[in-house]
């Protein structure tokens, strides 16, 4: 049954629901949680397994002392914002922290009044919901292929890729030695290690790499970890080496929008063409279209 007939048959049977009593199988269509087993799968319950397990490695920020840089740029946006990493904690337990005190989602805009507006939360993780919407609806079947997550930081790229895919090698690479030991520490406990690699280094120097791979992932990668001069450095070094026809890339914001805050006059139409991605998909309760929209996904020309 494809999606039509399925739709079809559905509204088929609401037809025959008594109008007093449509309003009911509605509202349990959109909150039962049968319905919400059936978006449910082991390698979902296997990613909050982790998810957990690098919660107690980490600060609730989820940031460490040595992303100083990273930390200073956030603190110079425009609006307040807090890092709350996407993988680590969906909309529940941001609700369970708040409540405990732990977190805010507000900020004060007049100090010692009760005057608050909301805070901006920046990720540099996909969700466990982004990352299942990649794997399973934007990607194609990844059998006999090689992910390269640029900036693999917690590894949740490549842990879902494992659990969500087939392919044959996921390789990350990230500069950041503490985050590249949590990740090890994840590979080994979930055996993880036929197929997953880190590599920990500045993927300015890692030019092979982008030369092998099938896919390759950009989330957040540079903004906020370089400095201008060196994020435009960065993007050169990708736009000439990340060559290989038909490679499929994954950027989070668009190259566009990242390309137009450093000002670089790269001609993206004869790089790259763009892949329109069909957002309008549930994934769960807490799928967010919005979240969904800002991954954008390119083709090698």
């Not at 037809?15 to 007093?20: D, L």
């Amino acid at each position: 049954m494809d999606v039509a007939e399925a739709q079809g048959a559905i509204f088929s049977l609401l037809g025959q629901v008594s109008p007093g009593v449509l309003p009911k199988v509605i509202q349990w269509l959109k909150t039962s949680s049968e319905i919400e087993e059936l978006t449910t799968s082991n390698a979902d319950v296997l990613l909050h397994n982790i998810a957990d397990d690098l919660r107690n490695c980490l600060p609730v920020e989820a940031m460490v002392i040595s992303e100083k840089q990273a930390q200073e740029n956030i603190q110079r946006l425009q609006k307040p914002t807090l890092h709350v990493d996407a993988f680590l904690y969906n909309d529940e337990a941001i609700d369970s922290l708040c409540e405990e005190g732990k977190m805010s989602r507000n900020y004060c805009t007049s100090c010692g009044s009760t005057k608050t507006a909301p805070l901006d939360f920046l990720s540099h993780s996909f969700s466990i919901l982004e990352l299942k919407f990649l794997f399973q609806h934007a990607l194609p079947d990844l059998s006999g292929k090689t992910l390269l997550d640029v900036g693999s930081r917690l590894g949740a790229v490549l842990y879902a890729g494992y659990v969500y895919s087939s392919a044959s090698k996921l390789q990350g690479i990230e500069i950041n030695a503490e985050f590249c030991e949590l990740q090890e520490k994840i590979i080994t406990k979930y055996h993880f290690s036929d197929r997953i690699q880190v590599n920990h280094s500045d993927i300015c120097s890692q030019k092979s790499l982008l030369h092998q791979a099938d896919v390759v992932v950009l989330n957040n990668v540079f903004e906020y970890f370089l400095s201008k001069e060196e994020q435009i450095k960065a993007w050169i070094f990708m736009y000439e080496n990340l060559r290989k026809k038909g490679c499929l890339v994954v950027t989070v914001p668009s190259l566009k929008e990242s390309f137009s805050k450093l000002q670089i006059n790269m001609q993206l139409s004869q790089w790259l063409e763009e892949i329109e991605l069909d957002t309008d998909i549930f994934l769960g309760p807490e799928t967010d279209q919005e979240a969904l929209s800002d991954i954008h996904l390119y083709r090698v020309l």
